[in-house]
T-cell receptor, first 113, second 111 residues
C-alpha cells in the first residue's frame, strides 16, 4: 500500500538550532517526493521536490532534504531555524503523471526565541 | 502566490444545505485536484480532473460531486451538509511531473 509516515506530530526547537523532520514512505513505483509547508490559515506551499538524480535537494527558505532509497526516507533539514519557520510541514509522495499525491499527517514545528 | 484561485475563502451554512466551491487552476495546468483538510482526518484526497474528465476518485462522499469546465476551472458541490463536513477544502493544480500548487482554501463551517 502507498503511504507516507511522519513519525513526529509536534517538534519544538529554539531559534538558531538545527532541524530535521522525518519522513518515510511506501510506494510501489519510483517515487517523486515533496515537502510542503502550511502556515496557519494558509494553503500548502511547495518547499522542495525530488524526482531523480542528486539525492540531496535544495529548496526555498534554506531547507534541504535527502532521499535515501535504502531507508525509504526523505528527511527535511535546516541548519538554523528562524521563528518564521513555525508552521506545519507535510511530506508527500507521488509519481510522474500521477493521479494524486499522498500526504503524511504532518509535523507541527514550534520555534522558541 | 501559487496561481491557483479559490472562492469563497470562508462560508458558513446550516446542516442540510448545499454549497459550491470554485477553483481556477494555474495557467497551463490541465489537472485539478480537490483535497479536504480536517483536524481528525488530515489532508484527504477527494477527486482529480484532467482536461475536463474525471481521472481519479479518493475519499469523496456520494453527497459531494465535482466537475471541470471547458475553461478548466472546477467546482466542488457539497450537498446535504452535515456538521462533520466542516473543514478546509483545497484545490490544487499541477503539471504532469506530479507537484501540486495549492490555493489558499475555502473554509466551510456547517452549523
Amino acid at each position: 500500500a502507498q503511504s507516507v509516515t511522519q513519525p513526529d506530530i509536534h517538534i519544538t526547537v529554539s531559534e538558531g538550532a538545527s532541524l530535521e523532520l522525518r519522513c518515510n514512505y511506501s510506494y510501489g513505483a519510483t517515487p517523486y517526493l515533496f515537502w510542503y509547508v502550511q502556515s496557519p490559515g494558509q494553503g500548502l506551499q511547495l518547499l522542495l521536490k525530488y524526482f531523480s538524480g542528486d539525492t540531496l535537494v535544495q529548496g526555498i527558505k534554506g531547507f534541504e532534504a535527502e532521499f535515501k532509497r535504502s531507508q525509504s526516507s526523505f528527511n527535511l533539514r535546516k541548519p538554523s531555524v528562524h521563528w518564521s519557520d513555525a508552521a506545519e510541514y507535510f511530506c508527500a509522495v507521488g509519481a510522474y503523471n500521477t493521479d494524486k499525491l499522498i500526504f503524511g499527517t504532518g509535523t507541527r514545528l514550534q520555534v522558541f526565541p | 502566490d501559487s496561481g491557483v484561485t479559490q472562492t469563497p475563502k470562508h462560508l458558513i451554512t446550516a446542516t442540510g444545505q448545499r454549497v459550491t466551491l470554485r477553483c481556477s487552476p494555474r495557467s497551463g495546468d490541465l489537472s485539478v485536484y480537490w483535497y479536504q483538510q480536517s483536524l481528525d482526518q488530515g489532508l484527504q484526497f477527494l477527486i482529480q480532473y484532467y482536461n475536463g474528465e474525471e481521472r481519479a476518485k479518493g475519499n469523496i462522499l456520494e453527497r459531494f460531486s465535482a466537475q471541470q469546465f471547458p475553461d478548466l476551472h472546477s467546482e466542488l458541490n457539497l450537498s446535504s451538509l452535515e456538521l462533520g463536513d466542516s473543514a478546509l477544502y483545497f484545490c490544487a493544480s499541477g503539471p504532469d511531473t506530479g507537484e501540486l500548487f495549492f490555493g489558499e482554501g475555502s473554509r466551510l463551517t456547517v452549523l
